[in-house]
């Protein structure tokens, strides 16, 4: 007996209507990316493994899905080489392509190649899978859709201050209710500055965080472990725990770092995309969480990140800030700004909430019924007609008992069915049937048509 097929952890298949919420999923955030000026591009699933190492951190690198060299791959590799078992090492021997691992950095890699083409400031946005080689869990996933939208070639906070625009637009489309979390790199090394521990800054933002999920006191060990002094741990309490509105916080930062320039620059930021916002009046709460850190080693100002207020996951939208990203691939002095929607766990957010609208997920309205060769004929005219209006309609393709096809109708959630017998062509008409409420109407095909409109 063949054995069972299977897919890999960490993906999944999509049903018809799995895919009819993620196209609407991802129609909603292309329209809103429209709506403010960004422009489609696309690039490679694969990339050159030395475009994606290095970018992303020593613990990105090790999730990245490596791609193994066609033909002999192990030309070139001594027999000793082969005998060290050292997995990493033999990697980079016969593996010279990898999946993306995100879409910013081949972004960055576009830029810089297509450089002489593009006229800056250039917004684009990009809808499309990444990889990363990580533990499969809820929410978590080791393949999944990115709906990211950059601006690269401006310095501008008038930036920020549009991608958390289309994030509050976006979300109050969906109907979920968010929190957009804000924080500045400059300001997390001004808090490193302030407590004597400047060269731990990675260390620091790694720890801190994790504060809202694992708590303060286990922030503090990892510290500890790190090498973080005991006077420095104590006097970064007050400072990841400040209270208040967001000015209030930024009042307090003033006095904090104000020996810091490079702290009170991100205050300074922070300050002018809050006020800006403020006056321009989100529908989601925006609040500066002086813990957010961001993984990516990227991130050199405002960074972003957006959690769901009713349903227990992870952040399903993030970004941020990263002036210095073109220059690894000799490309200095060209800034950049951006936000990643995550479109697979927005759609287990949506399914959670049932904030589906009907129509987003409703496939064939209406369904002729295949009576015979004759009967099929006439219903081919009047189904012409009925897509013409952009209807979506179907005829069942074999002439068989008439139950087997109101089951299929049932089965696929269509909601009106036609019949056109022997009468019906007499007339020129069809039955209208109500799937649901099982009324029954003798209709002209632009009646029918007006009734499914």
């Known amino acids: 007996m063949a054995a069972k097929p299977c897919i890999p952890k960490g993906t999944r298949d999509f049903s018809p209507i799995e895919m009819a919420k993620r196209n609407y999923i ?18 490679p699933a694969m990339e050159m493994l030395s475009t994606l190492m290095g970018k992303y951190g020593e613990e990105g690198d090790k999730l990245l899905f490596k791609i193994q060299n066609s033909g002999d791959y ?43 083409e593009l006229t800056f400031p250039f917004k684009r946005y990009q809808i499309q899978p990444v990889w990363r080689a990580d533990r499969p869990q809820k929410g978590r996933y080791r393949e999944f859709y990115q709906c990211d939208a950059d601006v690269v070639g401006s310095n501008s906070l ?34 490193a500055e302030y ?23 286990n922030v503090n060990a990892e510290l500890r472990e790190k090498g973080v002094g005991e006077d420095a741990i104590a006097k970064l309490q007050p400072v990841i725990l400040l209270s208040g509105t967001n000015m209030e ?69 993030g970004g941020g800030r990263y002036d210095n990203l073109t220059g690894v691939f000799g490309m200095a002095g060209v800034s950049g700004v951006g936000i990643s929607f995550g479109a697979d766990r927005i759609f287990d957010v949506l399914n959670q909430l049932d904030l589906y609208p009907r129509e987003a997920v409703n496939g064939t309205r209406l369904l002729f019924i295949n009576f015979g060769e004759k009967e099929a004929a006439f219903s081919m005219g009047i189904l012409a007609q009925v897509r013409a209006q952009g209807i979506r309609a179907e005829l069942y393709p074999d002439s ?34 109500n799937m649901e409420t099982g009324e029954q109407l003798l209709v002209t095909p632009e009646e029918l048509i007006q009734a499914l409109k």
């Open 74 to 116: 192990f030309a070139g590799l001594s027999d000793e080489e082969l005998l060290s078992r050292n997995a990493a090492k033999l990697a980079c021997k016969f593996c010279e392509k990898g999946l993306r691992y995100d879409l910013t950095v081949p972004f960055a890699r576009y830029v810089v190649m297509h450089r002489d």
């Open 158 to 191: 008038l930036n920020e201050v549009e991608l958390m625009q289309i994030v509050d637009t976006v979300f109050s489309r969906f109907g979920i209710r968010v929190c957009i979390k804000m924080n500045n790199r400059k300001i997390l090394t001004g808090i």
């Open 249 to 317: 916080k930024l009042s307090r930062l003033k006095q904090l770092l104000a020996q810091s320039e490079t702290g009170l620059k991100g205050v300074e930021e922070s300050e002018f995309i809050l006020n800006t916002l403020a006056s321009l009046g989100l529908k989601n709460d925006l609040e500066l969480d002086l813990t957010l850190a961001r993984g990516l080693n990227y991130y050199t100002g405002a960074i972003f990140e957006v959690k769901a207020l009713d349903v227990q996951i992870g952040s399903i939208t």
């Open 400 to 433: 068989c008992k008439m139950k087997k096809q109101m089951g299929y109708a049932n089965s696929n959630g269509i909601p009106f069915v036609a019949l056109a017998g022997e009468n019906e062509m007499n007339a020129g008409k069809v039955t209208l049937k």
């Open 195 to 217: 407590i004597g521990e400047a060269d731990k800054i990675v260390d620091i933002t790694v720890a801190i965080d994790k504060l809202d999920k694992i708590g303060l006191d």
């Open 26 to 43: 991802f129609n909603t955030i292309r329209d809103v990316y429209h709506l403010y000026g960004f422009q489609q591009i696309e690039t």
